[in-house]
């Protein structure tokens, strides 16, 4: 057996040391070859058959290093597709993954010096959500395949419709309202002249004719029974006058259950409006109801019991940005750090009275208010919505909770 033959201990020894990962600086992109010292890559890169790729390389070097580094992004991309797609995770922890492939193109034949530079790339180009934390870097792949596209466009339609469809419902339930609340108020006046007023008079007249009618055979039964003498009545203002003389009283009855009547159905009507406002109310509060309830721009309160040593407890700040609905990033008002907290450490606050609040849960969830009155002991507050389809609409008793106060 030779000196360099494939089963000496020599030879055996260096496929062991060649398995493992080298050393970025040794690897030669264009030959493919790694080298495991300095020496060594010195030796290679004196060889006749690096000089020859290093002519290649030397005839278009610009196109060779681009080409370098589309492959280089077009795999990270793929590894973070197949094995990270809805995850944030460590930048280098999906590196690490993509150099255990040992023939992966190399970092030090691309544009990008350093994995920071190529990370900030890939947020500044929008193919990635990049986040500094004091972990390091953080990744979040951004999926633009056409038929995630397509259904991400098929949602928003759907919401966009469904959206459209409630605003719609609200705009006919504040008409109903709006024309309940009008026929009350011509109700309620005196004089009114509408088609029903007409048909409910029209059916009083015929009925005072029949009544007439029968006032005048009554007058003469009653006559003859009484032994009196009664002429005969052969003209109209007789009989009015003996049908009033019979029936006055009991027409005056009438009367006054008609007013009766009449109150009974502006009550009524009252009572109908009330019960639509709160079945509208009550579908509103199902479907806008949510376990979380952080917006943008609203002044909250830290009282999470792990930033007492910094200074933050039950210190206020405004909410500049929503992460995945439950967290959210604080300005502090005071200090103008950015802090990064859960829904579940965090706490409305109320403005003084007449000041602006957003109203963060319940049925008229994300609307703008003015603060018109506080009930201490119910733990509930007054306010009046500004804007939109409920403009000007007074909610007597709406929980501490379910508003903020606006930056």
Known sequence: MGKNDFLT???????????????LRWYCQMCQKQCRDENGFKCHCMSESHQRQMQVFGQNPTRVVEGYSEEFEQTFLDLMRRSHRYSRIAATVVYNEYINDRHHVHMNSTEWATLTEFIKYLGKTGKCKVDETPKGWFITYIDRDSETLFKERLKNKRVKSDLAEEEKQEREIQRQIERASEKLNNGDGEGSGS???????????????????????????????????????????????SSRLVFGEEENEKRGEKRKKGGGDDSGKRSALDELIKEDEKKKERTNRKDYWLFEGIVVKVMSKALVEKGYYKQKGVVK????????????????????????????????????VKIV??????????????????????????????DGRVIKSIEYEDICKLA
Do not use: W
């Open 361 to 390: 849960n319940g049925a008229y969830r994300g609307s703008n208010a003015k603060l018109l009155g506080v009930d201490m002991d119910k733990f509930c507050a007054k306010v009046q919505i500004e804007k939109g389809v409920y």
């Open 195 to 241: 088609g029903k007023d007409d048909v409910v008079d029209g059916v009083d007249d015929e009925k005072k004719r029949k009544d007439e009618d029968y006032g005048l055979k009554s007058g003469v039964k009653v006559g003859f029974a009484l032994g009196g003498t009664v002429k005969p009545v052969t003209t109209g203002k007789d009989r009015g006058e």
């Open 321 to 356: 940005k929503v992460i995945d609905k439950y967290v959210g990033e604080i300005e502090m008002v005071d200090t103008k750090h950015v802090l990064r907290v859960d829904q579940e450490e965090l706490e409305t606050v109320l403005p003084q009275i007449g000041g602006l």
């Open 9 to 23: 201990p020599k030879a055996i020894a260096n496929r062991i040391k060649a398995k493992g990962l080298q050393k």
